[in-house]
């Protein structure tokens, strides 16, 4: 059972009162095996480690992924593939294997400290043979040296006497979801010390490991075993009633991204590192000096507390510190689902949380946009548009990689048009650039980087939208909103006001470029062709854009024909534990008033300030009630949190917030043992930050109107504008920023 919940045990409750910073398992379910893999999984911005056990379990799903190790693949072009397995690290106890599933286990817990970026476990063992031992393990990716990853184990003898024989390896060619994408290049092993050496099949990519074995008793040898064929470190040790081993498995790794040879900075690297208490030292350190800026502290609700916490830790631990030309995939890096493919998940979801605390991270994340610009105009071109389109779904080069066809258990292939015209991305990501401009007052990434991104996107808009000559409107025709359950659709509200604002906003950004910085300006006139006529028809788009809005009740419909569609009852449909697509079919579904995700509500939270209040009750209670909060896009609930606290609904929000705070912790969707649900876990901040505690953005900075659930005494948290901390401590009555 995993301890997130203040109905638990009095043993249970003890821990959770003194850890609001654990994430418990006090038994192992087999059932669960998967799911507990995805929550106790560990990152440091440069690769990601599911929580899978250091000596392996049948059907486990073990998995080290890194940003931007991508390799071929059919269907989905290419895919995050999954690394060489650092982790596996057996004991034998007098022959036999210690493993979770033989034996009997007479004692269990595991903890992910989501302060100190540590996974641990704790087994009390009973072998076939009946020997008992007590077993601690420990490990880490060093959030201080991104190259460095350490585990340590602890082994007590609670009635055995005799040899025990520790052995830890590699896993050199793991499979990714069935498909195989290393070749070793050399591997081996001398005096303490192995390395791997490997290569995907079709990118090239050169990655390299090194591991060393350390005992505690430094007389104890250590030998290389199979050093030609599989590399491994063994010692053998004498055990009795009461000795306890301490053994280290420190491990480098390295790729050629980001080195040239790879395997020379591994083994170097590694006769270099110190022992395994000095590198946690260091990582520790590292973790603190993040959550001094992006910790949340709730009291009165431990649930939502650890929660936010641990959804805030798996976003921290993802996000790339040292690169930006790589960004977070939707499932970070703790799983397989969606390929390891880019999407509008990180901006619109999980920037703005980097933008507020880490800003540096959130540069990194929209630099990488930038690197991809030349695939969008690519992806433009090949469509017959001008400009940059930005692909649905991206990896390295910023082309587009959804997949077109994609085969049904059945054998049916059904055709996927994400990738050709779900194109409201490109204003997606124009909103995350001038949120972060606007938030960090950052004119030199501006000038650099973001001006050319916002103006190549609405370039393309231009060539994009049609002239209705009937209706004396323009149209954008045959897209796809957020609301994927509807495609190739007409004048969808989501994209179409998406994109008034895009342009409106990128004639704003051309005056101040203009009179800021001449000389890039004049570059961008030549590289772009920003011609007058162009900004002329720039300022007329927007003001000829058609949405059918009602001009009395301000309901707006989602796109053109959608109130036409049956509606039906979602009673009719319960219980259930899938979509309501799941249940009826794509076809069906695409017939009906069923939303994924509400696009018009999504809209009114993205320009909050353009909208007013009824506006905003009206098409809350029309479109709510057409969504599918349960098992639809988990991107929707946190959003329903936010715009039920400006309904002033608190316990419709924290009925939605919880179900996003959650969705990874109590499997709610029962699907995260694919992974973490990243999007979600940045919806949460912005529940909190922009919700409970209702932070508006205004001339003189940020400040607080809270709307606190009726269960939480205090929230406190901080936020970075404009170069200024403002720390908030927020009771129930509180309207108070304070700036640092």
Not at 548 to 568: A, M, S, W
Not at 570 to 598: C, H, M, N, V, W
């Amino acid at each position: 059972m995993l301890n997130v919940s203040t109905h638990n045990s009095q043993q249970n409750q003890q821990l959770i009162d003194t850890t609001d910073w654990n994430v418990i398992e006090t038994e192992f379910d087999p059932t669960q095996l998967h799911h507990k893999e995805t929550v106790f999984t560990l990152g440091n911005g440069y690769l990601g480690v599911r929580g899978s056990f250091e000596e392996g379990y049948s059907q486990n799903i073990p998995a080290t992924l890194i940003h931007g190790v991508y390799d071929d693949v059919t269907i989905a072009h290419t895919e995050l593939v999954n690394c060489p397995n650092w982790l596996p690290l057996t004991v034998k106890v007098a022959g036999e294997r210690f493993s979770i599933d033989s034996g009997e286990i007479l004692n269990y817990e595991r903890r992910l400290d989501l302060r100190l970026g540590l996974v641990s476990r704790d087994v009390r063992w009973r072998s076939p043979s009946g020997h008992t031992l007590d077993f601690h393990f420990q490990r880490f990716a060093s959030l201080a040296d991104q190259h460095v990853l350490a585990i340590r184990t602890c082994v007590t003898s609670v009635d055995f006497e005799g040899e025990i024989v520790v052995e830890a390896g590699f896993d050199a060619e793991p499979y990714t979801q069935g498909v195989r994408h290393w070749r070793t290049l050399n591997q081996g092993g001398i005096d303490r010390i192995i390395w791997l050496n490997s290569q995907t099949l079709h990118s090239g990519i050169q990655l390299a490991m090194a591991a060393k074995l350390v005992i505690d008793d430094e007389t104890v040898p250590v030998r290389v075993e199979h050093a030609c064929s599989s590399p491994t470190l063994a010692t053998s040790l004498e055990f009795y009633p009461g000795k306890m081993v301490t053994v280290e498995k420190i491990v480098t790794v390295f790729t050629s991204r980001e080195i040239e040879v790879p395997i020379a900075a591994a083994i170097e690297r590694l006769g270099n590192e110190p022992r395994y208490a000095t590198l946690l030292a260091a990582h520790i350190a590292a973790w603190e000096q993040v959550w001094q800026d992006s910790d949340m502290i709730i009291e009165g609700d431990r649930q939502a507390q650890l929660s936010v916490r641990y959804n805030l830790f798996q976003l921290l631990a993802v996000t790339p510190r040292h690169d930006n030309r790589v960004s977070i995939p939707p499932k970070t890096l703790s799983g397989f689902a969606y390929r390891g493919h880019i999407f509008w998940d990180t901006e619109i979801f999980i920037i703005p949380f980097l933008t507020f605390t880490q800003p540096a991270l959130a540069r990194n994340l929209l630099t990488y946009r930038y690197h991809t610009l030349p695939g969008a105009r690519r992806k433009a071109q090949e469509a017959g548009y001008q400009g940059a389109m930005f692909a649905w779904e991206s990896a390295m080069t910023g082309d587009e990689v959804t997949p077109r066809w994609v085969p049904t258990p059945n054998g049916e292939l059904v055709r996927i048009w994400c990738g050709d015209i779900e194109v409201h991305i490109n204003a997606d990501i124009a909103y995350a650039v001038l949120h972060y401009w606007h938030t960090t007052n950052d004119d030199d990434w501006m000038r650099d980087y973001g001006a050319e991104i916002i103006l190549d996107t609405a370039v393309f808009w231009e060539s994009r939208v049609q002239w209705n000559q009937q209706r004396h409107s323009y149209d954008i025709l045959d897209v796809i909103g957020p609301d994927e359950n509807h495609d190739r659709v007409n004048n969808n509200a989501f994209t179409n006001l998406m994109v008034q604002w895009h342009l409106q906003s990128a004639l704003a950004l051309w005056d101040w470029l203009k009179q800021a910085y001449p000389e890039t300006s004049a570059q961008l006139v030549q590289k772009l062709n920003l011609t007058t006529q162009r900004l002329h028809r720039w300022a007329e788009i927007p003001e000829h854009l058609f949405v059918n809005q009602d001009p009395k009740t301000g309901l707006i419909e989602q796109f053109e024909g959608f109130f036409q569609l049956e509606k039906i009852n979602f009673a009719d449909y319960e219980p259930r534990s899938k979509s309501l697509q799941g249940l009826l079919g794509i076809e069906a579904t695409s017939q009906k008033q069923i939303l994924k995700q509400p696009d018009v509500l999504m809209l009114l939270y993205l320009l909050r300030d353009r909208y007013d209040y009824n506006t905003l009750a009206t098409n809350w209670d029309y479109y709510s009630q057409r969504t599918d909060h349960t098992y639809g896009s988990s991107l929707g609930p946190a959003i329903h949190a936010i715009l039920a606290c400006d309904l002033n609904q608190p316990t419709e929000a924290y009925r939605h917030f919880m179900r996003s705070a959650l969705v990874d912790l109590e499997d709610i969707r029962l699907n995260a043992g694919e992974g973490v649900h990243a999007a979600s876990a940045g919806g949460v901040w912005q529940a909190v930050v922009f919700g409970f505690a209702g932070i508006r953005m205004t001339q003189f900075g940020p400040v607080a109107c809270p709307n606190l659930p009726p269960n939480w005494t205090r929230l406190k948290f901080r936020l970075q504008w404009r170069n200024e901390w403002y720390d908030f401590d927020l009771g129930a009555e509180t309207e108070v920023e304070v700036p640092v």
